[in-house]
């Protein structure tokens, strides 16, 4: 069964610290990861795509990086600000049936 | 990129009630797919809403409790009928953009309170 499992589950960190959240899955065969941010009362929006060859990408102060090997993703967010609160989602999309397999989601949250 | 607009945007119903969420989309899109967010985690897809055919379920949910409409290529609604506070969730609508890559464009969600 196709699985995303995201850690920490929970975040508090300071303004302008940085921080890495993870995300491990099982989707085979695989397509592409994506990360989304989803502000408190709003629907998710993309940061980021990731597919087989990519290793990392960043996107501002977003950067993941992706181990096709190791079926591990990871989102690193620089110098947070307190508009980095969110909960952040990795998506998983099989290169099959075209499935998507959504993670937990880290709720972030950055304290002045 | 696709503008997704639903309403409402929340609302308090009461056990036994039904409600129905509208979702607009800016552009003419094929599949409009309908998600459920329960508090604190993440999205469970219910349905893709495909304009002239009956909607596809997935497993776990059934039309009777979610009866979807799709009149045309840019609208769909979304009914929770007979709801129980198990049904308290976020519910959101989204369609796929144009990219081979299949990203994912939400509205900004139905915040559903069931008493």
């Known amino acids: 069964k196709n699985q995303v499992e995201q850690s920490p589950q929970s975040l508090i960190i300071l303004e302008g610290k940085n921080c890495t959240l993870q995300?491990?899955?099982?989707?085979?065969?695989?397509?592409?990861l994506r990360w989304y941010k989803q502000d408190t009362g709003r629907g998710p929006v993309s940061l980021t795509i990731?597919?087989?060859?990519?290793n990392t990408k960043s996107n501002g102060r977003y950067t993941a990086t992706l181990d096709a090997d190791t079926k591990q993703s990871s989102l690193h967010i620089t110098a947070s600000q307190l508009s980095d609160s969110a909960s952040y989602i990795c998506v998983v999309r099989d290169n099959a049936g075209n499935m998507l397999t959504f993670g937990g989601g880290t709720r972030l949250m950055v304290k002045p | 990129s696709a503008v997704i607009s639903q309403k409402p945007s929340r609302d308090i119903c009461q056990r036994g009630t039904s409600l129905t969420i509208q979702c607009q989309v800016d552009s003419q899109v094929t599949m409009m797919f309908w998600y459920r967010q329960q508090p604190g985690q993440s999205l469970t897809l219910i349905a893709t809403a495909n304009q002239g055919s009956e909607a596809t379920y997935e497993s776990g949910f059934v039309i009777d409790k979610f009866p979807i409409s799709r009149p045309n290529l840019t609208f769909s609604t979304l009914t929770v009928s007979n709801m129980s506070p198990e049904d308290s969730s976020i519910y959101l609508c989204?369609?796929?953009?144009?990219?081979?890559?299949?990203?994912?464009?939400f509205g900004e969600g139905s915040r559903l309170t069931v008493l």
């Open positions: 995300c491990n899955y099982t989707v085979s065969p695989f397509s592409n």
């Open positions: 990731m597919t087989f060859s990519e």
């Open positions: 989204s369609v796929e953009g144009p990219s081979r890559t299949g990203e994912l464009f």
